[in-house]
Structures are given as structure tokens and as C-alpha cells.
């Protein structure tokens, strides 16, 4: 152990900063990097090699090697600090809207029409025809038009804020402030991150009344709930859990009827917000956003990056009176989206009209077979050559994740890894350090990589990372 005396001499070895960016071998790093940067990186290296002395881990020999190094460890702070911490990653969960990962990536398409409009100046608000101000949600309410297929289009309108709880916000405070919303104590469910339904109505200034318990509410529940202060019905959709068994809730259809005979406008946050019947991709049962209005609800609500397929956005689509309403809330500008937003959304949209589900990534994964990822998995093992390394191919379970269609597993083949030397939690922590992170999953001692959500590009690089770990 160190004695206090012994870690001052050690300390009395240390050199100063200017010391440091005085030295020869530090001159060409402050020529590359500036002054600035790295000062900043030499004082990091001084203040780690301080904290190694303080905890006993360096004596005399010790520090002669760390001070040997300094130039490499400048470097290294230098790398550490100007890199970016927000990094793309090779998802091989098997989760294709994984909410830690960034949900639904964007094709190529999408994010090189935002390039396009974000690069240099647009038409973002402005009318090119007569040169006056224009509105920004003509770009995607256009779209959203056709896609939700009314004969008379004009009595639909879509406007797009930052994400869906925003949305839902929005919604509540522009359609129920200062009046009651009754809600089934069955659908009083946590959207994520720890935000609440409860808490967003809270913060749109609406009194929310509960009617019915956690499995049953039925039609009379909410027909005895509503009074001279009720604004709106809320119908939410559980679209990240199910409730099984002795359950009852109405249908939208009846809620809706009761809500004319009283009314009484209905609200319904799908949450999720697919565009399509998703069942030929896994995703059986999940209503689109054309059947809720089809169904009578003046406004629905859904999210851009989940079922979609697009970039992070809620949007509100619904009766146009009910949207101009919400969109001539002042609220409305604090969370309206930009530029980039609008252009990878509407070239999403642009593949629905299309019909291109190819084109949107994670459509495209969900709609993968088991014969074609086996496939896969059977030529990234063949490409492994390292002994120490052991793979199995076996069958799995892909979900959709984000949220979304809580009860929907894809059939899927993983890869199933172990490493001589290296427990499963080792070798996991070991790929996260690849250059380009892989991110897999650890079951019973083996770690999973699900190819569903690996795009076929990336392959090489994780075989390229179990080759190294093997080999280290």
C-alpha cells in the first residue's frame, strides 16, 4: 500500500500542464487540434493519472510508464473528446422499433430528401405560385389526404408536432381545457420514460374522470360519467400491453354513438398509428388510423417513428374543424417540427402512396421470412473462422417493439454466441466496443444476435468484431 508520503513524491513527478504542451511531441497535436483542445485533453490525462495515484493503483515504475506515454494519452483524451457521443449501432436485438436505439431507422430516400431541403433554403413557408407566406403542413397534408382515403378530402386534415405525447397534449388542450375528459380506468397507462396519461392531461389544464376498473368498463360507464362540465371522450389504445382474460371495453363505434347522442366529441390517441392493415407484417390487429376516423372519432393521434415507419413525430389527423381549432392554439408553434422532419416524413408518406413498403426499413424487416434470415445467419457463421468462438443457429422470436403490437412475436433464426474465456455478459460488452457498436441480446449464457434488424450491409462488420475478440 502507498504511504502519503510516497504518493507526494509521486505527485511531485507529475508536470504541469504548460509543461506538457510546451514539449516537443505535443507541438504537433496543438498544431493539428488547436491550442485550445488540447490544453483541455493534457489537463483530463493529469487529472486521471492524479486519481490513479490517490487510489494506490500506480508506484514509482507505474508512473514512469504512464508519463512515457503522454503523447498517446493526450491523443486518446483528444479522440474521447471531440468524437460524437450520438453514434449509429448495429441493432441485433431482434427489436425492430427499439426505443433506446432510435425506433424506426429512415431509408435512404428519406434522409436524403431532408439533405436536399436542409442543405441550402427551401419552400418550407412559402407559396412558390404567388409568392406570399405559405403553411408548412401542406407539404404532408397533402399526403395524408390520399392516404386515409375519404372521398371528400377536405373534411380530413393532418397538422405534425414534435412526438405523440405532444400530440396528445395538444389535443386535449385544445379540444377539453378547463372541462372534464372521461377515460376507462383500463387505458390509464404509462406511455414511456415514465410519462403518464394522467400527467399529460394534468399539464393540458383537463380534469380527467376515470369511469369503469382495470378490465371492464362498459358504455353505461361513461354514459353515467357525462355532465354539464364533460368536453371530450378519450379513448386510448393499449398499444404497448394487453389485458387478457375476464375483460370487457366497448367499441369505438359505441362510444362514438353515445358521444353524438350527448355531444360529446371523441378523442382517440392510437398511439402507435399504422397506415395500413399491418398483418401480412406481423402485426395482426392493429387498427389504422383510417379505421378510427372511419369509426366516427373526431381526432386521432399517433407517433411518426413506430409503426409508420418514419422520423419522430405525432401527428393529429381528424375532422377539419377540430384541426383548425388545434392548429390556431398557440401551443401548436412551441412544438411544431422543422424542416428535416417534414422532408423525411413526407418521403415516407411518399412510399405509402407508392406502395413501396420495401422502402420503408422497418416495414421491410417485420416483413422478413425465417427462410431468408436463416439464410443469412447460416452465411455470417460460414465467414467466422476462430476457434475459440462457438455458434449455433437456433429459432427465436423478433418483436416489434416501440410500443407497438404488444401481442405480436416474428418467428425468427438467431445466432446463438459463446467465447472461450469470455462469459456472455463479457462478450456482449465486448461487441458494444466495436467501432460500430453491436448491440445483441444475453440469454441463458449464450449471447443472441436476430438478424431481422441488421441491415445485410452491416454483416460484415460483426463478423469482422467476433474475429478480433476471438482472436484477443
Do not use: W
Amino acid at each position: 500500500m502507498e504511504t502519503s508520503s510516497s504518493k507526494s513524491e509521486l505527485f511531485r513527478q507529475l508536470p504541469s500542464v504548460d509543461e506538457l504542451l510546451r514539449s516537443a511531441e505535443i507541438a504537433p497535436l496543438i498544431e493539428r487540434e488547436g491550442r485550445t483542445a488540447v490544453t483541455d485533453a493534457a489537463r483530463a490525462l493529469l487529472e486521471r493519472i492524479r486519481a490513479e495515484i490517490v487510489a494506490g493503483k500506480l508506484d514509482p515504475h507505474g508512473l514512469d510508464l504512464a508519463l512515457s506515454g503522454t503523447r498517446e494519452g493526450v491523443e486518446r483524451e483528444l479522440r474521447k473528446a471531440l468524437s460524437y457521443s450520438l453514434r449509429p449501432v448495429i441493432n441485433a436485438t431482434g427489436v425492430v422499433l427499439h426505443t433506446n436505439l432510435g425506433r424506426a431507422p429512415l431509408s435512404e430516400t428519406a434522409l436524403g430528401h431532408a439533405l436536399e431541403v436542409s442543405a441550402r433554403y427551401s419552400n418550407l413557408e412559402f407559396e412558390l405560385e404567388n409568392g406570399e407566406r405559405g403553411r408548412r403542413d401542406v407539404h404532408v397534408d397533402r399526403l395524408f389526404k390520399r392516404l386515409l382515403n375519404f372521398s371528400d378530402a377536405s373534411d380530413v386534415s393532418t397538422v405534425v408536432v414534435n412526438n405523440n405525447a405532444a400530440a396528445v397534449m395538444l389535443a386535449l388542450n385544445s379540444m377539453a381545457e378547463g372541462g372534464e375528459v372521461i377515460v376507462s380506468r383500463g387505458e390509464l397507462v404509462e406511455i414511456g420514460g415514465s410519462f403518464r396519461i394522467p400527467d399529460v392531461m394534468a399539464k393540458s389544464n383537463a380534469v380527467l374522470r376515470e369511469v369503469g376498473t382495470t378490465n371492464r368498463t362498459r358504455i353505461a360507464d361513461y354514459e353515467r360519467a357525462i355532465n354539464e362540465r364533460t368536453k371530450l371522450l378519450l379513448r386510448v389504445h393499449r398499444s404497448n400491453f394487453e389485458i387478457v382474460g375476464f375483460t370487457e371495453q366497448p367499441s369505438l363505434e359505441e362510444l362514438v354513438a353515445l358521444g353524438r347522442k350527448k355531444g360529446v366529441p371523441v378523442l382517440e390517441d392510437l398511439g402507435s398509428g399504422a397506415l395500413v392493415d399491418l398483418a401480412t407484417f406481423g402485426a395482426a390487429g392493429e387498427p389504422t388510423v383510417e379505421d378510427s376516423l372511419r369509426a366516427g372519432v373526431e381526432v386521432v393521434t399517433y407517433s411518426g417513428d413506430k409503426l409508420l415507419g418514419g422520423p419522430q413525430a405525432g401527428m393529429l389527423s381528424g375532422k377539419r374543424e377540430q384541426i383548425a381549432r388545434i392548429r390556431s392554439n398557440p401551443m401548436f408553434r412551441a412544438l411544431r417540427v422543422d424542416k428535416l422532419i417534414y422532408a423525411a416524413l413526407e418521403s415516407t408518406l411518399m412510399a405509402y402512396i407508392k406502395r413501396d413498403h420495401d422502402a420503408i426499413p422497418a416495414l421491410r424487416m417485420m416483413a422478413l421470412s425465417v427462410e431468408e434470415i436463416d439464410r443469412r445467419a447460416k452465411a455470417l457463421v460460414n465467414r467466422i473462422s476462430a476457434p475459440k468462438l462457438h455458434s449455433e443457429i437456433m429459432d427465436g422470436e423478433s418483436v416489434i417493439g416501440g410500443g407497438a403490437a404488444p401481442g405480436s412475436k416474428l418467428p425468427t433464426r438467431v445466432v446463438a454466441l459463446t467465447c472461450d474465456g469470455l462469459s456472455a455478459d463479457e462478450l456482449a460488452a465486448r461487441l458494444r466496443t466495436n467501432d460500430t457498436p453491436i448491440i445483441g441480446r444475453v440469454e441463458e449464457g449464450r449471447v443472441l444476435l436476430d438478424l431481422r434488424t441488421v441491415f445485410e450491409q452491416q454483416e460484415s462488420a460483426i463478423v469482422s468484431s467476433l474475429q478480433q475478440i476471438a482472436s484477443a
